[in-house]
């Protein structure tokens, strides 16, 4: 990610020194706490732009089998898990 763009945020103390405390125990930057919260938040997507991910999913044509044989290959028969 290219960082291009400088702004000072000035926060109170005690919310200061929670996000700091965050940032700490995941061992990131306080700016890269923000910047994952603002992108959590906010998003760098348009509505629009999911929409046409979703639209474009949905035109897939993939091999996926019945909810009933994906179950019964995705969960070990109870007689495999004795031995």
Do not use: N
Not at 31 to 51: K, M, N, Q, T
């Amino acid at each position: 990610m290219e960082l291009v763009r400088k702004t000072t945020i000035l926060f109170p103390p005690d919310l200061h020194r929670h996000l700091c405390r965050i940032a700490r125990q995941r061992r990131v930057s306080m700016g890269r706490l923000v910047r994952e919260a603002c992108e959590a938040r906010y998003g760098g997507v348009s509505a629009e732009e999911r929409l046409e991910a979703a639209r474009e999913l949905a035109l897939l044509a993939l091999p996926v089998g019945s909810v009933a044989s994906m179950k019964r290959e995705s969960t070990p028969r109870p007689k495999d898990l004795v031995r």
